[in-house]
């Protein structure tokens, strides 16, 4: 089946510094991604999505790079904010489902 | 309205009693998903509904677990018999392409 996984359970980075959080995807034919914020007790949020047609997507502060040779997205957030604290996953639509990776938690130290 | 909404936010029901849990998705929006969420994991997938076509309930954990799609629009999830494992955060997203919104969940906890 599909999958998509996340290299690291949990980050920390200073406030200010910049956080890259990566995600590694299992299925070559993949043509599209999205990356979610979900903050305690919330539901996820969309950030930013890219086709496989592209390289890199820049957003507010976020960009999203993607490597079809290695199979392997990440997500930059640039000038780290308290508000940035939150779990992270990427996610990849297909067969009337998204699939999610399990996630990671950014943790930005004052 | 503005973004996905479900209803109520927390549910706390004993074991053993049916829930109802709600979801009204982002008007136009002709897909619909519930995922769950359990403490601290990744989202699980449960069911998928599409216009009029039949639902993909490959997700659902057992038969205790329905879902219905009335009118194209809202959508209740329905769990039987409630067990402890039950427990979780159960989020409704919709979507008109590929991206999915997400409404905020549902805390159920079975006590």
């Known amino acids: 089946g599909e999958s998509v996984g996340l290299h690291l359970p949990t980050l920390s980075v200073q406030e200010g510094d910049n956080s890259i959080i990566n995600c590694a995807y299992s299925?070559?034919?993949?043509?599209?991604f999205i990356w979610y914020k979900q903050e305690s007790g919330k539901g996820p949020q969309f950030i930013i999505d890219?086709?496989?047609?592209?390289d890199k997507r820049q957003g507010q502060r976020v960009t999203v790079l993607l490597n079809k040779t290695v199979k392997h997205l990440s997500l930059q957030i640039a000038a780290t904010q308290p508000g940035d604290s939150a779990v992270y996953f990427c996610?990849?639509?297909?067969?009337?489902?998204?699939?999610f990776g399990t996630g990671t938690s950014l943790t930005v130290i004052p | 309205g503005a973004g996905v909404s479900q209803s109520p936010s927390n549910k706390v029901t004993e074991k053993g009693k049916d829930v109802e849990l709600r979801c009204d998705p982002i008007?136009?929006?002709?897909?619909l998903y519930w995922y769950r969420q359990s403490l601290g994991q990744g989202l699980e997938f449960l069911i998928y509904?599409?216009?009029?076509?039949?639902?993909?309930k490959s997700g659902l954990p057992s038969d205790r677990f329905s879902a219905e799609r009335t009118g194209g629009s809202v959508s209740t999830l329905t769990i039987q018999r409630t067990q402890q494992e039950d427990s979780a955060v159960y989020l409704c997203?919709?979507?008109?392409?590929?991206?999915?919104?997400f409404g905020q969940g549902t805390r159920l906890t079975v006590v």
């Open positions: 997203a919709s979507s008109s392409g590929r991206r999915a919104f």
């Open positions: 299925n070559s034919a993949s043509d599209y």
């Open positions: 890219i086709r496989s047609n592209m």
């Open positions: 996610a990849e639509p297909n067969n009337n489902q998204f699939y």
């Open positions: 008007s136009g929006h002709t897909a």
């Open positions: 509904f599409q216009g009029n076509s039949a639902p993909d």
